[in-house]
């Protein structure tokens, strides 16, 4: 039983890690552009695609938490659940407010190609505020997913139900992950510059290297069998 669930949760994570790549490499080039309102109404497939990419990437880490909950519940119920309303409830809302964003954004490009020179400030202050928002709940995204990251990494690393030194690398990756919140949330970069990219390769690579483990080798059973006795 617990074999398929460290596969499933293995794949579940690749997939929600390459929509996730894909949401970006949509629709990034179109949101910080200056001319975005423009860009977008004259062709909204990428931000509709990103968003349906975003979807795709919410609803598969969504069930992560989900499939290891009766896992990890053996090792601290408490701090399972908790894992379960960040990684699966409150990160999960904060991928639809991002996709209502977009999609609100489209609506109101679509409104600036049609509006008068008299009209266009307003409906650009307009998608400026979305923008804005588009911001804010990334920003709000990475303490959420940070922090139920922590929970996870603690309890696989108690348990040990995957090697140590990749719950530990998991530590450090979203401890650098956590520091981006903090530097966006003071102006002191962006979502997406350079420091923040490089900042971000760890915990990209620690989640495909971890996911990649539990498709191979799935969970310690001598970790298993020492839960199943509690």
Known sequence: MFRKTAMIVGVLYIIGTAAGVLSVVLTQGILNAPDYLTKISADSNPILMGALFVLTMGLALALVPVALFPVLKKQDEVLALGYVVFRGALETFIYLALIITWLFLISVSKEFSAAGAA?????????????KGNDSVNTLLVFVFGLGALMLYYLFYRSNLIPRWISI???????LHLTTGFLIYF?????????????????FFQEMVMAVWLIAKGFNTTALASLQVR
Do not use: C, D, H, K
């Open 187 to 203: 102006n002191l970069t962006s979502s997406f510059s350079t420091v923040t990219t490089v900042m971000n390769i760890p915990i």
């Open 119 to 131: 009209a266009a400030t307003s409906i650009q202050a307009m998608g400026a505020v979305l923008l």
């Open 169 to 175: 690398w998991g530590f450090i990756a979203i401890l």
